[in-house]
Protein backbone atom coordinates (compact mmCIF):
# COMPACT_ATOMS: atom_id res chain seq x y z
CA UNK A 1 0.00 0.00 0.00
CA UNK A 2 3.13 2.25 0.92
CA UNK A 3 4.66 1.20 -2.10
CA UNK A 4 1.26 3.05 -4.61
CA UNK A 5 1.00 5.48 -2.46
CA UNK A 6 4.17 7.01 -2.71
CA UNK A 7 3.91 6.20 -6.18
CA UNK A 8 0.79 8.74 -6.70
CA UNK A 9 2.18 11.34 -3.58
CA UNK A 10 5.16 11.52 -6.74
CA UNK A 11 2.78 11.28 -9.87
CA UNK A 12 0.77 14.46 -8.20
CA UNK A 13 3.55 16.32 -7.22
CA UNK A 14 4.82 16.13 -10.78
CA UNK A 15 1.91 17.67 -12.20
CA UNK A 16 1.45 20.27 -9.74
CA UNK A 17 4.77 21.91 -11.31
CA UNK A 18 3.47 21.88 -15.25
CA UNK A 19 -0.40 22.88 -13.58
CA UNK A 20 1.03 25.64 -12.07
CA UNK A 21 3.48 26.63 -14.84
CA UNK A 22 0.02 26.62 -17.13
CA UNK A 23 -2.00 28.38 -14.33
CA UNK A 24 0.22 31.44 -14.49
CA UNK A 25 0.55 30.68 -18.01
CA UNK A 26 -3.40 31.30 -18.55
CA UNK A 27 -3.00 34.02 -16.46
CA UNK A 28 -0.44 36.05 -18.88
CA UNK A 29 -2.78 35.62 -22.00
CA UNK A 30 -5.69 37.53 -21.50
CA UNK A 31 -7.00 36.16 -25.45
CA UNK A 32 -6.98 32.13 -25.30
CA UNK A 33 -6.77 30.22 -28.62
CA UNK A 34 -4.81 27.04 -28.32
CA UNK A 35 -5.09 26.55 -32.39
CA UNK A 36 -5.06 30.63 -33.32
CA UNK A 37 -2.15 32.01 -31.02
CA UNK A 38 0.96 30.26 -32.47
CA UNK A 39 3.10 31.74 -29.06
CA UNK A 40 0.27 30.12 -26.48
CA UNK A 41 -0.24 27.26 -28.30
CA UNK A 42 3.77 26.57 -28.07
CA UNK A 43 3.91 27.75 -24.53
CA UNK A 44 1.30 25.16 -23.39
CA UNK A 45 2.77 22.29 -25.61
CA UNK A 46 6.21 23.15 -23.04
CA UNK A 47 3.65 22.29 -20.25
CA UNK A 48 2.77 19.30 -21.58
CA UNK A 49 6.25 18.07 -22.26
CA UNK A 50 7.40 19.08 -19.01
CA UNK A 51 4.46 17.13 -17.68
CA UNK A 52 5.44 13.71 -19.89
CA UNK A 53 8.77 14.00 -18.81
CA UNK A 54 8.29 14.32 -14.99
CA UNK A 55 5.76 11.35 -15.30
CA UNK A 56 8.08 9.39 -16.88
CA UNK A 57 10.80 10.00 -14.47
CA UNK A 58 8.40 9.15 -11.73
CA UNK A 59 7.77 6.00 -13.12
CA UNK A 60 11.11 5.07 -13.84
CA UNK A 61 12.54 6.00 -10.23
CA UNK A 62 9.60 3.65 -9.08
CA UNK A 63 10.56 0.60 -10.92
CA UNK A 64 13.82 0.73 -8.86
CA UNK A 65 12.59 1.11 -5.52
CA UNK A 66 11.61 -1.74 -2.47
CA UNK A 67 7.98 -2.11 -2.20
CA UNK A 68 8.22 -2.55 1.26
CA UNK A 69 10.83 0.09 3.19
CA UNK A 70 10.79 1.96 -0.71
CA UNK A 71 14.30 2.81 -0.75
CA UNK A 72 16.42 2.53 -3.79
CA UNK A 73 17.50 -0.90 -4.73
CA UNK A 74 21.25 -1.63 -4.57
CA UNK A 75 23.81 -3.90 -5.90
CA UNK A 76 23.13 -4.91 -9.76
CA UNK A 77 24.49 -8.11 -10.24
CA UNK A 78 24.42 -9.52 -14.16
CA UNK A 79 23.31 -13.09 -14.57
CA UNK A 80 23.08 -15.27 -17.53
CA UNK A 81 24.31 -15.47 -20.81
CA UNK A 82 23.36 -15.71 -24.73
CA UNK A 83 26.41 -18.40 -25.39
CA UNK A 84 25.62 -20.46 -22.27
CA UNK A 85 22.10 -19.75 -22.00
CA UNK A 86 21.22 -23.54 -21.91
CA UNK A 87 23.57 -23.82 -18.34
CA UNK A 88 22.63 -20.09 -17.31
CA UNK A 89 19.39 -18.61 -18.37
CA UNK A 90 18.63 -15.47 -20.31
CA UNK A 91 20.44 -12.38 -19.39
CA UNK A 92 19.06 -10.50 -16.43
CA UNK A 93 19.86 -8.10 -14.17
CA UNK A 94 19.03 -8.04 -10.40
CA UNK A 95 18.65 -5.65 -7.89
CA UNK A 96 18.74 -6.00 -4.29
CA UNK A 97 17.33 -4.15 -1.02
CA UNK A 98 20.03 -3.77 1.21
CA UNK A 99 17.90 -4.05 4.21
CA UNK A 100 16.76 -7.74 2.77
CA UNK A 101 13.29 -7.18 1.98
CA UNK A 102 13.75 -8.20 -1.55
CA UNK A 103 15.03 -8.87 -5.15
CA UNK A 104 14.11 -7.28 -8.58
CA UNK A 105 14.93 -9.46 -11.67
CA UNK A 106 14.67 -7.43 -14.61
CA UNK A 107 15.59 -8.96 -18.69
CA UNK A 108 18.36 -7.47 -20.41
CA UNK A 109 16.49 -8.22 -23.20
CA UNK A 110 12.44 -8.90 -23.99
CA UNK A 111 12.16 -11.45 -26.75
CA UNK A 112 8.30 -12.03 -26.82
CA UNK A 113 6.89 -8.51 -25.68
CA UNK A 114 7.18 -6.43 -22.63
CA UNK A 115 7.97 -8.25 -19.56
CA UNK A 116 7.85 -6.55 -16.52
CA UNK A 117 10.13 -7.01 -14.07
CA UNK A 118 9.89 -9.61 -11.01
CA UNK A 119 10.05 -8.82 -7.54
CA UNK A 120 11.04 -11.06 -4.98
CA UNK A 121 10.05 -10.93 -1.37
CA UNK A 122 13.28 -12.72 0.61
CA UNK A 123 12.29 -13.55 4.19
CA UNK A 124 15.79 -13.41 6.43
CA UNK A 125 18.23 -12.51 3.61
CA UNK A 126 20.49 -11.14 5.63
CA UNK A 127 20.03 -13.36 8.39
CA UNK A 128 21.88 -16.32 7.03
CA UNK A 129 25.26 -14.51 6.59
CA UNK A 130 25.51 -13.10 9.63
CA UNK A 131 24.79 -16.26 11.77
CA UNK A 132 27.91 -17.47 9.31
CA UNK A 133 30.49 -14.77 11.11
CA UNK A 134 28.75 -14.78 14.19
CA UNK A 135 29.32 -16.78 17.50
CA UNK A 136 28.61 -20.30 17.72
CA UNK A 137 26.13 -21.14 20.44
CA UNK A 138 28.61 -23.36 22.58
CA UNK A 139 30.23 -19.83 23.22
CA UNK A 140 33.29 -20.31 21.12
CA UNK A 141 34.19 -18.04 18.30
CA UNK A 142 34.57 -19.25 14.77
Request: aromatic fraction near 10%; charge should be positive.
Amino acid sequence: MRYWSYLSAKLLVAAAIPGGLYAGLAMMWPSRYLARDLAYTTAVGICFLIWSGLSCLCLLDQRYRCRVCLRRLRMPIETGSWSRMLLLGRPRTEYICTYGHGKLNVEEVQISGSEPPEWTPQAGMWEELSAASGPKTDGTER
